[in-house]
């Protein structure tokens, strides 16, 4: 049987998707409603392009439209009940639903002169809107992402209006109603505040720019790409996991979407060559919640990060790189020294698609190199997005099977004209020369092969995916503006560091639990809006710069997918190997365990985020950290050139955390270790190789 033949039906994946991912929860309607609907996704795109790049309007009003689509839109798309997903019909009070979210939206754009004229007074229409606001976007949060953050954002604003009852140093002198409700709607301090500000810019567009990659095919193309590089090594079907979800990450927002969208083919894979269920679950968890991790895209918190600690994107980016690829490193040692131990196998010839037909559809990696380099090249977030999402559709026009030699000549002949244009008028720059030939391109090839389809389809599909981030945004938006109101931050900052006695490791540890609890079952960029506005600032009263405090924080709120008990990413993998959840979970989070080493690295040697360091430097700190993770895996796993018995085993654990952590001495005291254990390794391999290769089974 095939690893192609395996791959679950999309009807599965579907149904595995609604099982974990809240996100994912919504109905299929029928007839004249889902006409509706889908008319609603796409005017929804529609106006954020025309909005965001064409005719910007002024924050609140846009935000606010904002959030009135996507309260109009998930009371008709989620239901309030799984039975009421089940039949597929919208009910009648999700209509009044709908239309009240409906006004709410409306109210900033038609009230804007008064309400500015009024400069913060609201009268008592203000405050009914604005009190139904703050229920409906609770409610549409409870539906479309989930209990967790909707329970967090009352019990916030529960503590804002009670903090006069509050114990100890939680104690403050309370917001009154009026009060309460201005600050999370009449301001850009609550609902219409950084969160949902990022929401409908950046965060939009790049979702969109996903929707048009997954289009193109590049999400296939990834898990051939990974098949035909990784898939004869030994272990291969687990590597070729790790590999293709770390570039399902560029296109994807969810670590559950990532093991659904690659896991439907590796585990079943895994699992035909030998891998324990559990174990193949745990390998596609841990490299799909990485993917979180991996740039560009990083779950589009990093978009989060350049309105809140006030840096632009593409330093987030690149000091995020270098934890990325030691995550997976990591990831890769563990599985690397799993199979040896357990003697599997890699894929066999038959199984491995031909490398040449591959490499021939390499330019699908032409949208991602397009994005960093727009990214790096000094162009603005959102103009970086939309050159993005041309170069996506160029290349879905320039597909092998849809591939026709009018359009490089009318690509070429645009593209020369406009540019000879160009250097004539002093206009048009050569990017901005690619950008109309593209367009051109485009027009001619939606008249010859029908492209105008996909590309609404990538339109809706985008709008689709933006509903759940607008809604966890928007209530994400009300915790910080009750931080923001109370001084609950700094309260709490104050009181983790006193609890670790202003020792940088404990308060370090203290930071990681609360920021790996607030992140269960929360959506990637409201666990990073939780955690950043309630944990980093403990680790910031210590002296930490903003960027590597922000990253640890956000490092451990995307580990919170692997970490049991509320590992959703480990369930939805146990779903497909049909492994034990909780069992799953433990060797998603084992087998990760990078994670939980990393941000600590480049907390305490910020060089690893790239910041002011050199090359001399930065290679001889990746060479200990991929030294000690070596020596952490072996002993982990139990192998390495050969069975590591449990004195052993403490000894590399113990070494590797010693090449981890940085210092001279620590480094000399590691390398030592680690000079012994190969030792052990070559000179004491006994006879037997190993276990004996299992076989494919039937």
């Not at 593209?438 to 709008?463: M, P, Q, R």
Request: aromatic letters at 12%; charged letters at 15%.
């Amino acid at each position: 049987m095939s690893a192609k033949n395996e791959t679950l039906t999309e009807q599965k994946q579907q149904e595995l998707l609604q099982q974990y991912d809240q996100e994912s929860s919504y109905r299929f309607l029928t007839g004249t409603m889902a006409k509706v609907v889908f008319f609603g996704l796409l005017a929804f795109s529609l106006y954020q392009i025309f909005a965001t790049t064409i005719y910007p309007l002024p924050a609140q009003m846009h935000r606010s439209i904002h959030i009135g689509f996507g309260l109009v839109l998930i009371f008709l798309l989620f239901p309030a009940t799984k039975k009421g997903r089940a039949s597929g019909k919208v009910a009648w009070y999700d209509y009044i639903l709908a239309l009240l979210g409906f006004g709410v939206g409306a109210y900033w754009p038609l009230m804007y002169e008064e309400i500015v004229r009024r400069a913060g007074e609201i009268n008592q229409m203000d405050l009914i809107v604005g009190a139904l606001a703050v229920i409906l976007v609770l409610e549409a949060t409870r539906r479309s992402v989930g209990l967790p953050i909707t329970i967090i954002a009352i019990a916030f604003l529960a503590y804002a209006y009670w903090g006069r009852q509050m114990p100890g140093f939680l104690i403050h002198r309370g917001v009154n109603l009026d009060n309460l409700v201005q600050s999370m709607f009449f301001t850009t301090e609550g609902i219409l505040g950084t969160p949902i500000a990022v929401s409908s810019t950046f965060i939009f567009l790049f979702l969109l720019f996903g929707s048009f990659l997954v289009k193109t095919g590049v999400g296939q193309y990834f898990n051939d790409l990974a098949v035909s590089l990784a898939g004869k090594r030994t272990g291969g079907p687990a590597k070729v996991a790790i590999f293709s979800s770390a570039l399902q990450g560029t296109i994807s927002g969810s670590s559950v979407a990532n093991v659904v969208t690659s896991g439907s083919f590796t585990i079943p894979m895994m699992k035909r060559l030998g891998y324990r269920r559990e174990f193949a679950g745990g390998v596609e968890a841990a490299a799909s919640t990485g993917g979180q991790l991996m740039p560009p895209i990083m779950g589009a918190a990093a978009f989060l990060m350049i309105e809140f600690i006030g840096i632009d994107y593409w330093t987030i980016a690149k000091a995020a790189a270098i934890p990325a690829l030691l995550y997976f490193t990591g990831v890769w040692i563990m599985t690397h020294f799993e199979a040896k131990r357990t003697g599997l196998r890699g894929l066999s010839d038959e199984e491995i698609p031909d490398r040449k037909e591959v490499l021939k559809k390499i330019y699908l990696l032409l949208p991602i190199v397009a994005i960093v380099f727009f990214l790096s090249s000094g162009l603005s977030v959102m103009r970086a997005a939309i050159y993005g999402i041309l170069t996506t559709i160029l290349v879905g026009v320039l597909r092998e099977d849809r591939f026709r030699k009018i359009y490089p000549i009318v690509f070429g002949a645009v593209f020369v004209l406009y540019l000879v244009y160009g250097f004539i008028t002093a206009g048009p720059s050569v990017v901005q020369s690619l950008i109309v030939a593209a367009i051109v391109t485009i027009i001619v090839s939606y008249f010859f092969d029908g492209n105008f389809k996909e590309s609404v389809d990538a339109l809706v599909d985008g709008a689709r995916t933006a509903l759940a981030v607008v809604a966890a945004t928007a209530a994400a938006g009300i915790i910080v503006g009750v931080v923001t109101k109370t001084g609950l931050g700094l309260k709490l900052a104050n009181s983790l560091v006193s609890l670790a006695n202003e020792q940088i490791l404990l308060t370090l540890f203290f930071t990681m639990i609360a920021a790996i609890i607030l992140g269960m079952g929360s959506p990637t960029t409201a666990n990073y809006v939780i955690t950043s506005t309630i944990a980093a600032p403990a680790i910031i009263l210590l002296g930490v710069a903003d960027l590597p405090a922000h990253l640890f924080v956000f490092y451990f709120g995307i580990v919170a997918d692997i970490t049991p008990p509320v590992a959703l990413a480990a369930f939805a993998a146990a779903g497909i190997a049909s492994g034990e959840p909780i069992r799953t979970g433990l060797n998603a989070a084992k087998i990760a365990i990078a994670a939980f080493i990393i941000p600590y690295m480049f907390v305490l040697q910020p060089q690893l985020l790239m910041i002011d360091t050199t090359i001399l430097e930065l290679i001889w700190i990746l060479f200990t950290a991929v030294a000690g993770m070596i020596a952490i895996g072996a002993g982990l796993i139990g192998y390495w050139y050969r069975k590591v018995y449990w004195p052993e085993r403490l000894f590399a654990v113990a070494g590797g955390l010693t090449l981890i952590y940085p210092g001279t001495y620590s480094d000399v005291i590691g390398l030592s270790a680690f000079a012994i254990l190969l030792a052990l390794q070559f000179f004491l391999k006994r006879n037997e190789v190993g276990v004996p290769e299992i076989k494919a089974k039937a």
